[in-house]
């Protein structure tokens, strides 16, 4: 269910490499609870935007405030503290760690277990290494692949993979959770498992920001999108209104906007 307090906010933010402008003071907000959809051709500015909300890039002007917290020059371990966790287009796993331990890294995100309890294996290490595991099958569970909990990471499917990645990013204790092409790769009926996918983690209390170039899947799973082309917001809306959009179609078929319409 979608909320209405902004849990997002980028507001009039412009990024600059040289004299290039990758992002030209966009702004839009993700909502407490909803699925956004950010979509744009390519070189549109998507990742670029998803790099600056995750602390990967500076802005060169305007402001990303999450939960009413400025993120300028924040690390970025200290903004996935905050609440804000993501995957990447190229799957970025510990191939030779199971699928648990690769969970388990991420809950170690917020742990308060020194060098001193994890050496001499204390009552509290104990207690908070039980805590993560069971809270790693759990996340096994809500994307299908705990029977696999125990296998290496290198021997799932690629399906699967993208799966554990994702897991993992929850394990992080996120408010937001940045999913980056999460898609790419996957066949119709994997791209059908995927949207069950991200909606059960919706579900489960999450709010989405979604990146992707599938517009079946985006149109199927989003509750609102937002379009950029070469660096600027063009449109934000519902999926309905986003798919009849002359701009839109313009953008992605590479007509004229008047014969879009």
């Known amino acids: 269910m979608t909320g209405t307090k902004a849990l997002l906010e980028v507001d009039d ?26 979509i744009g051709p390519n070189g549109a500015g998507k990742t670029t935007c998803f790099n600056v909300m995750t602390g990967v890039y500076q802005a060169t002007s305007g402001q990303v405030r999450f939960d009413g917290t400025p993120l300028t020059r924040m690390k970025r371990h200290k903004i996935t503290r905050l609440g804000i966790a993501r995957t990447f287009q190229n799957i970025r796993l510990f191939k030779s760690m199971t699928v648990l331990e690769n969970v388990m890294v991420g809950a170690d995100t917020h742990s308060k277990v020194g060098f001193f309890d994890a050496l001499f294996r204390t009552p509290r290490h104990r207690r908070t290494e039980g805590a993560a595991l069971e809270r790693a099958k759990e996340l096994l ?50 791209k059908v498992r995927l949207m069950e996918l991200i909606r059960r983690v919706r579900d489960e209390g999450y709010t989405v920001l979604l990146i992707e170039h599938d517009m079946r899947l985006v149109m199927g799973v989003t509750d609102r999108i937002v379009v950029l082309e070469f660096g600027r917001k063009i449109a934000e809306g519902l999926p309905a209104e986003i798919r009849d959009n002359p701009a839109v179609i313009a953008a ?10």
């Not at 692949?145 to 994702?166: F, H, K, P, V």
């Open 13 to 38: 933010v412009t990024i600059k490499f040289g004299g290039l402008t990758a992002l030209d003071q966009v702004s839009f907000t993700i909502n407490e609870g909803e699925i956004l959809g950010l």
């Open 141 to 190: 569970d809500i994307v299908g692949i705990t029977a696999r909990g125990d296998e290496l990471a290198s021997n799932l499917s690629y399906g699967d993979q993208r799966r554990l990645e994702i897991a993992r990013a929850m394990a992080t204790g996120p408010k937001l959770l940045c999913l980056d092409e999460p898609a790419a790769g996957f066949n119709p009926a994997e």
């Open 252 to 261: 992605y078929l590479g007509v004229d906007e008047e014969d879009a319409s």
